[in-house]
């Protein structure tokens, strides 16, 4: 589902009504980015530039003057090229801009010297993403500096420079209706990815194996991209919490975690499975899993409007650590395990973070020094863990290099919350049942596929024996 023009229309009225008269916005597109060589990398817009227009293409600047009596709505971008879009495609150029992206006026992106000047002139106050792009900045001076020189004949600079993101990025913290059905759809394409992971996965496998299988139903699902690099950690490397080499042989015996999410029409989804490679837990990792599983539903049972951004961190907190007490890897009073921060040698980062066009989403998590109250529109993820590295000597044999990570993305409702990943199983039960259908006849197959390649290796063996002899 693509988000109509209504939406970008409505979102850049709300930036204009908050800017205020007598202002102007100015928003650089993502610029393209060499990979190798003459290769680039895949182009991706840049979020707050597609948030405010819909428009994918580079070498583009938006524009948005409040009351400028010829339209508020203006881009500058690539002219149409025929001989370009034969090697690159289609571009839309200044007519398609405003034809398809309901830009009041549009102008070649090599015109932007000669004619930005002229609207920023006038204006008190210029907003934009200060510090984000060296080169960008250096050219927003530029453009006021022809102002300046002509000030003596009458021209009026501006007088203020106010960063963007404190007015732009608290919009994108909350989410329409539109914004959460597509998120919604994003978590169930990488859900369903989770679950086919869950079922490929087999000992004698590598990590690259099961992200290959989860791209490729993101692919297959409309998500050609990622929204992030995914994590494929079996065994000890499930310890790493960003581990991304991917590149280790699936052990029975071993857990595998796997922190994967697809981008779905420029917003991301951020889910973490951790299950057995053999599709049964043994009891310490069932005893682990189980732990961070029961403060994760605690941590999410928790989100509701009214409540604070930290709370769900606390309880997390507060049930991982009385169960590490438990289970005899802290040791003494639970109130003074949590004051003292022991739980960190095991549990060392934040339960979540705010999720939207950017994996980790833009919005504040302080208001004036105090954990910002949750309100409807908000969507998060929850995602604690515990992680025992393979060289802790100082807890018993059983424990070390168990990681695990349960992750969800939950939506702020009006009256409580949504999970929006939970096509997913994440209960003992659940995942070893789905994992057990056809394991015997897929681990025949895999030995029978193994034996293959063994014949066909002895066979080129023979044929070089006798070619050399």
């Not at 929006?420 to 199983?425: E, G, I």
């Amino acid at each position: 589902m693509a988000l109509r023009r209504a939406e970008f229309a409505r979102r850049r009225k709300e930036l204009m009504d908050l800017m205020g008269d007598n202002s102007i916005a100015i928003v650089s597109s993502s610029e393209v980015k060499i990979r190798n060589r003459d290769v680039d990398f895949p182009y991706r817009q840049d979020s707050d530039f597609y948030y405010l227009t819909g428009f994918c293409e580079p070498e583009s600047v938006a524009v948005f003057a409040p009351g400028r009596e010829h339209g508020e709505f203006i881009i500058f971008c690539r002219e149409r090229d025929p001989a370009k879009e034969t090697w690159d495609g289609y571009r839309s150029g200044p007519e398609g801009a405003c034809k398809d992206f309901n830009a009041n006026d549009a102008f070649p992106i090599t015109d932007i010297d000669d004619i930005l000047p002229g609207l920023i002139e006038g204006r008190q106050r210029v907003y934009s993403a200060m510090g984000s792009n060296a080169g960008f900045d250096r050219r927003l001076m530029e453009w006021v500096n022809v102002i300046r020189a002509q000030s003596r004949n009458g021209a009026q600079p501006p007088e203020e420079f106010v960063a963007l993101d404190h007015l732009l990025h608290e919009m994108r913290l909350f989410k329409s209706a539109a914004e959460i059905k597509v998120m919604a759809e994003a978590a169930e394409i990488s859900a369903a990815a989770h679950i086919r992971a869950m079922q490929h996965c087999q000992a004698g496998q590598f990590e690259y194996q099961l992200e290959a299988e989860i791209n490729h139903h993101f692919a297959m699902n409309g998500a050609r991209e990622s929204a992030y690099s995914a994590i494929v950690g079996s065994g000890k490397n499930a310890c790493t919490l960003h581990y991304i080499e991917n590149n280790c042989e699936l052990k029975d015996g071993d857990l595998v975690l796997i922190d994967a999410g697809c981008e779905y029409q420029y917003y991301a989804s951020d889910i973490t499975r951790t299950f057995p490679v053999s599709g049964k837990f043994t009891a310490p990792q069932k005893a682990i899993y189980e732990l961070v599983l029961k403060s994760q539903l605690a941590a999410i049972a928790s989100i509701k409007p009214g409540s604070t951004w930290n709370r769900s961190h606390e309880v997390t907190v507060e049930v991982i650590t009385a169960g590490l007490v438990k289970l005899g890897l802290l040791t003494g009073e639970v109130e003074d395990r949590i004051k003292d921060e022991s739980y960190k040698k095991f549990y060392m980062h934040r339960a979540g973070h705010w999720l939207g066009m950017d994996v980790h989403d833009v919005g504040d998590y302080k208001v004036e020094g105090e954990w910002r109250v949750l309100e409807a529109g908000m969507v998060m993820t929850v995602e604690p863990g515990i992680y025992i590295p393979q060289d802790c000597m100082d807890v018993a044999k059983q424990w070390r290099g168990i990681g695990v990570r349960i992750e969800d993305d939950v939506c702020v409702t009006k009256t409580g919350h949504k999970v929006l990943s939970a096509d997913v199983p994440k209960s003992v039960k659940d995942i070893e049942r789905l994992m057990r259908p056809n394991r015997k006849v897929k681990a025949k197959s895999a030995s029978k596929a193994k034996a293959r390649s063994k014949t066909k290796v002895k066979a080129s063996a023979k044929a070089k024996t006798k070619a050399a002899s």
